[in-house]
């Protein structure tokens, strides 16, 4: 059997997949990999018509996609003290009316945000403005945008543009509710059936514990990938965004992904997720 899968070239993706897509996994489906930015697999995702049998996409994009893909119990991005920051060029600007880049509206990043500012920034922010991840922090910095959102390693190198850390969501969220931040999932067509959904959830499972195991064996696939990260940025990144939750999201994973998206439902940011909406076989 061989499945097709897309996900991104962020090294917390190609640590965790590096043994299943390179064939060491043992009874794993063959892997045919595409590598795409998690925005690009949302919409992927939502557009219904794309060949791919796994994807990896925010957890902000379940609704609208969970009718045809299931949520799968492991190899995503949940955790403690990784969320994302919104940044600005002068130390505790009032974001009110001000103009913020976001990467996407249909990322967990947006959600967290829309959810930070109902509750901190009376009133409301300004313009939202949509642009590629990499442009964002240069965007804040040349005065283009007021206030950045950004994600993953922006968090250790935000600094190196003279650039503030205004808020970080994840504190935000943690300090709240108590529970993990969800951010990115491993989805698989519900047409695949039940036998092979648990088997990718296995060999999920299997290549991120081999990673943990001996993670020099993945280097080289995570740093071919990173474009031109530093490797200590690189094991920052990892060390962040692959943990417990992406072995299994276990109660507090399912709980921060419910509890995500039932408020972002109540703000009106999502459609509301039906009972068994993250059902696993």
């Given amino acids: 059997m061989q499945l097709k899968i897309a996900y991104s070239p962020c090294p917390n993706d190609t640590f965790v997949f590096d043994a299943w897509a390179h064939g060491r996994v043992p009874g794993a489906p063959r892997l045919d990999v595409t590598f795409a930015d998690i925005d690009v697999t949302n919409g992927w995702a939502e557009g219904g018509t794309d060949s791919h049998d796994v994807l990896k996409v925010s957890y902000a994009v379940l609704p609208w996609i969970l009718d045809e893909y299931a949520l799968l119990p492991c190899g995503g991005a949940l955790g403690r003290g990784c969320g994302p920051l919104v940044l600005t060029r002068e130390p505790g600007l009032d974001l009110r009316g001000r103009t913020v880049a976001v990467p996407s509206e249909r990322s967990t990043a947006y959600l967290l945000f829309r959810l930070w500012a109902a509750e901190t920034v009376p009133g409301g922010v300004g313009e ?93 696939y995570v740093m071919e990938h990173a474009q031109e990260m530093d490797p200590r940025v690189a094991d920052q990144h990892i060390g962040l965004y692959v943990n417990e939750f992406t072995a299994d999201l276990g109660e507090a994973g399912y709980a921060a992904v419910r509890g995500l998206l039932t408020r972002a439902a109540a703000e009106g940011l999502v459609p509301p997720l039906g009972p068994d909406a993250l059902s696993f076989p």
């Fill in 128 to 220: 939202v403005v949509v642009m590629p991840f990499h442009e964002i922090m240069p965007a804040v910095r040349d005065g283009k945008v007021d206030a950045g959102l950004v994600i993953h390693e922006a968090r250790f190198t935000y600094a190196s543009y003279g650039l503030h850390r205004l808020a970080d969501m994840g504190e935000h969220w943690e300090s709240t509710t108590g529970l993990p931040i969800p951010l990115g999932a491993i989805v698989a067509r519900r047409s695949l059936g039940a036998e092979t959904l648990r088997l990718l959830a296995d060999s999920a499972r299997s290549s991120v514990r081999m990673a943990w195991d001996d993670p020099e064996v993945s280097r080289p």
